[in-house]
């Protein structure tokens, strides 16, 4: 999708306030800045960082789905959750490739995730127990990606606000067909609602943990808001996940596990429980149900895919060989 040979081009700046105004004078004009544009470290190293985690998150996100492909219990189930996963794999295709033209390899990318250093999404270092669990993610994993990612669609930076947009309507299928999931299990029997129940138990609070830390905690957000990287607060968009998903396990009969769940009439919010907070830092530094497993899995399919690698490479490189020597034999 982008060149790699435009990576680095014109990167490297002298950021003196001049230089650091005429961006930000940029940036509040709305305009997208490009891969090969003028742009102050701090925002390139900002954008590789939330890119690569972001595309690690959409292939590490692939596992706990994968763990029931074989188990769906319909044909259709199973196409439809075969089709949403490869769609997950794309979405991390698209971003690999967006990072990539800010400087940074594939490898590199892959190299942070395997050792700890670059994060995924909490999310996915928990595990996916029964059938219900898929309906789960789909209705509030993917749901929460939307609320979180449509704004991303507006971020300064073009190739990841571009990449963001076929990814938001990719994601809105999976929601649906998440609560659809959901929804039949709601009005199946009363095992069958259970098991909706019993799932919703389990995701409603790490789904509102995807967001990232309260705003009081969050080290990042001030500043991306200001390079609109971000165009909302983290709790900002927690609370309209929240508004937005509480009527819809109403709708289908379902109980969000939050005893101080409540309408605020006033505020027109839901206002909502204390996120565990101890919970979330845990399983972001490698504490998690799933955290070794998932790296685990991601390093062996790594490894297992050395040989695609080396032969796609040593294919590209006999093709140039061959333009090289029919470029020197036409001359
Ligand atoms: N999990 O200062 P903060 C999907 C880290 S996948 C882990 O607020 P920022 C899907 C944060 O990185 C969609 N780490 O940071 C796929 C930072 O650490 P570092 C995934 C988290 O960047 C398959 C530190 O905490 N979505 O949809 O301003 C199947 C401080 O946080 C988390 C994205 O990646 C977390 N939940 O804001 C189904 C969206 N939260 O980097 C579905 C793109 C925070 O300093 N990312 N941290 O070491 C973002 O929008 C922002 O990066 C965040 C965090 C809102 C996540």
């Given at each position: 999708m982008y060149s790699q040979g435009l990576i680095g081009?014109?990167?490297?700046?002298?950021?003196?306030?001049?230089?650091?105004?005429?961006?930000?004078?940029?940036?509040?004009?709305?305009?997208?800045?490009?891969?090969?544009?003028?742009?102050p470290e701090g925002y390139r190293r900002t954008l590789v960082r939330q890119i690569g985690q972001h595309a690690h998150s959409e292939i590490v996100g692939m596992l706990p789905e994968g763990n029931w492909i074989t188990r769906a219990p319909s044909l259709r189930r199973k196409a439809a959750l075969l089709a949403k996963i490869q769609d997950e794999g794309g979405h991390g295709l698209y971003l690999y490739a967006a990072a990539e033209t800010l400087g940074v390899s594939r490898d590199e990318m892959t190299e942070e995730l395997l050792s700890g250093k670059a994060k995924?999404?909490?999310?996915?270092?928990?595990?996916?127990?029964t059938w219900a669990d898929i309906g789960a993610i789909g209705w509030l994993v993917d749901g929460a990606a939307i609320m979180n990612q449509i704004p991303l669609c507006?971020?300064?930076f073009g190739p990841y606000a571009r990449a963001m947009i076929r990814v938001c309507k990719e994601e809105?299928?999976?929601?649906?067909q998440g609560y659809e999931i959901m929804m039949t299990l709601a009005k199946g029997t009363p095992e069958q609602k259970e098991l909706a129940q019993d799932a919703l138990n389990r995701w409603w609070w790490p789904s509102l943990m995807m967001f990232g830390p309260s705003d009081s905690a969050s080290e990042h957000s001030d500043q991306n808001m200001k390079w609109k990287i971000k165009r909302f607060t983290n709790d900002q968009l927690r609370q309209n996940f929240v508004n937005a998903t509480v009527p819809q396990g109403e709708h289908i009969g379902l109980k969000m596990p939050d005893p101080d769940l409540k309408w605020n009439e006033k505020t027109g919010d839901y206002e909502f429980g204390e996120i565990n907070w101890d919970e979330f830092?845990?399983?972001?530094?490698?504490?998690?149900?799933?955290?070794?497993e998932r790296i685990a899995a991601r390093r062996k399919a790594w490894e297992d895919g050395a040989w695609v690698r080396e032969a796609a490479m040593a294919h590209a490189q006999k093709r140039q060989a061959r333009r090289d020597a029919a470029s020197?034999?036409?001359e």
């Amino acid at each position: 999708m982008y060149s790699q040979g435009l990576i680095g081009a014109n990167a490297t700046t002298d950021e003196d306030e001049e230089f650091l105004a005429r961006f930000q004078a940029r940036i509040d004009a709305e305009e997208k800045i490009e891969p090969n544009d003028a742009m102050p470290e701090g925002y390139r190293r900002t954008l590789v960082r939330q890119i690569g985690q972001h595309a690690h998150s959409e292939i590490v996100g692939m596992l706990p789905e994968g763990n029931w492909i074989t188990r769906a219990p319909s044909l259709r189930r199973k196409a439809a959750l075969l089709a949403k996963i490869q769609d997950e794999g794309g979405h991390g295709l698209y971003l690999y490739a967006a990072a990539e033209t800010l400087g940074v390899s594939r490898d590199e990318m892959t190299e942070e995730l395997l050792s700890g250093k670059a994060k995924y999404s909490s999310i996915f270092n928990y595990p996916t127990l029964t059938w219900a669990d898929i309906g789960a993610i789909g209705w509030l994993v993917d749901g929460a990606a939307i609320m979180n990612q449509i704004p991303l669609c507006r971020c300064s930076f073009g190739p990841y606000a571009r990449a963001m947009i076929r990814v938001c309507k990719e994601e809105s299928f999976h929601q649906r067909q998440g609560y659809e999931i959901m929804m039949t299990l709601a009005k199946g029997t009363p095992e069958q609602k259970e098991l909706a129940q019993d799932a919703l138990n389990r995701w409603w609070w790490p789904s509102l943990m995807m967001f990232g830390p309260s705003d009081s905690a969050s080290e990042h957000s001030d500043q991306n808001m200001k390079w609109k990287i971000k165009r909302f607060t983290n709790d900002q968009l927690r609370q309209n996940f929240v508004n937005a998903t509480v009527p819809q396990g109403e709708h289908i009969g379902l109980k969000m596990p939050d005893p101080d769940l409540k309408w605020n009439e006033k505020t027109g919010d839901y206002e909502f429980g204390e996120i565990n907070w101890d919970e979330f830092w845990r399983v972001v530094k490698g504490g998690g149900p799933m955290n070794r497993e998932r790296i685990a899995a991601r390093r062996k399919a790594w490894e297992d895919g050395a040989w695609v690698r080396e032969a796609a490479m040593a294919h590209a490189q006999k093709r140039q060989a061959r333009r090289d020597a029919a470029s020197v034999a036409a001359e």
